[in-house]
């Protein structure tokens, strides 16, 4: 199931893999270090039932490859679902390039290491597209496209669609209204309080436009210069860890994954969670825990879909994937229904939906 070349790490048998990756479903898993770069780069295509997999590329420190394994299988599983909910004929992929604690890519390295990561896609002969992700740019799937055509998101001006962070933010934008009519009756967010942990690209989109609608914000990033964008916005700035405890109508987690831990589940005076980050959830059982708090939760790979329909509705044009990022509050609407209706948690009506795409 892992193939490996060059790497020195103890390859995982079975037994152990199950034990300590539960997420390992996937139809393959390619670790290599790359040729150029020397640095481990992972890929995990999870899913091709509905098309090639597609899913970006994560440049991130790991305490070791194991966590990153871990990150990565996490992910693709995830983008299997996104995909299939976002209504494309896209299979759920991810890749890695595994960085040490406080290692920075830049220069030949950089370059280097995108090489490397087409050269990892490429063995996978078309299973796989990669795009941005975090840590990475259209810059950089410029670089991978010279080793390989299956790279999406490219810039503009060497014909590519740019980075989707837009779109992205655009999506969760959608997701956010059909939340608040559900918790609220209003799909306004003037003077909702919302608080939104992470300040990327998406975060930052999303706070600009909730506050020119007149949304009270509370911001937090683990980047200190963004408090300029929050003094910028007259938005309210707290530490990271204590985001989760400013009373507010909807939590946005827009940073990395695993922020819902049951600590801070127990701890957030929301009414809602709705937030772009992937794999939101620390822990399997965080959406019941959630549920009994009476909080809503939107499951993130419906809610972050706007940029895999930007990049990955190749048919359609800018108009139609705008009309279909827009709709992703109606798919969410018919999540929220079927958890109700049924009383299951919204992440396992989600699921029921993917499974029923897949033809599972």
Not at 79 to 107: D, F, H, R, W, Y
Not at 221 to 227: G, L, P, Q, V
Not at 280 to 309: C, F, K, T
Not at 319 to 327: M, P, V
Request: charged share 20%; aromatic share 4%; with cysteine.
């Amino acid at each position: 199931m892992t193939s490996a070349s060059t790497l020195t790490q103890p390859a995982l048998t079975d037994e152990s893999a199950t034990a300590e990756f539960p997420f390992l479903d996937h139809e393959k898993v390619n670790i290599s270090t790359g040729a150029r770069s020397g640095l481990t780069i992972i890929v995990a295509v999870h899913s091709t039932t509905l098309g090639p997999a597609l899913g970006g590329c994560r440049v991130w420190s790991y305490s070791g490859w194991g966590e990153a394994l871990a990150d990565a299988l996490r992910l693709s599983r995830g983008m299997t679902s996104k995909n299939a909910l976002a209504g494309l004929q896209l299979g759920g992929g991810k890749s890695v390039i595994v960085l040490e604690p406080g290692q920075q890519l830049t220069g030949e390295l950089r370059r280097n290491a995108f090489l490397d990561l087409g050269d990892a896609v490429e063995a996978l002969g078309g299973a796989y597209l990669t795009a941005e992700d975090v840590g990475t740019t259209a810059a950089d799937m410029a670089v991978v496209s010279e080793v390989t055509e299956h790279a999406v998101g490219l810039p503009a001006d060497q014909g590519g669609l740019g980075d989707p962070g837009a779109y992205t933010a655009r999506g969760v934008y959608s997701a956010l209204r059909e939340t608040l009519r559900r918790t609220h009756g209003s799909t306004d967010p003037k003077g909702r309080k919302i608080t939104i942990v992470g300040l990327g690209h998406v975060g930052s989109a999303l706070a600009e436009r909730l506050a020119a609608e007149g949304a009270v914000l509370t911001l937090s990033d683990i980047n200190e210069a963004k408090r300029e964008l929050a003094s910028g916005l007259g938005a309210d700035w707290v530490a990271p860890a204590d985001a989760h405890r400013v009373p507010a109508d909807v939590f946005m987690p827009a940073g990395v994954g695993g922020m819902l831990s049951p600590q801070v589940i127990d701890e957030l005076e929301v009414a809602a969670v709705v937030g772009p980050a992937n794999n939101q959830l620390a822990q399997a059982d965080g959406a019941e825990q959630l549920a009994a708090r009476g909080i809503l939760y939107a499951p993130d790979y419906l809610v972050n879909a706007g940029g895999v329909l930007y990049l990955g509705a190749e048919d359609d044009t800018i108009d139609e994937r705008i009309a279909r990022i827009d709709a992703i509050g109606d798919t969410l609407s018919r999540v929220f229904d079927e958890a109700e209706s049924r009383g299951i948690t919204t992440v396992v009506a989600a699921d029921n939906l993917v499974n029923e795409l897949l033809g599972r």
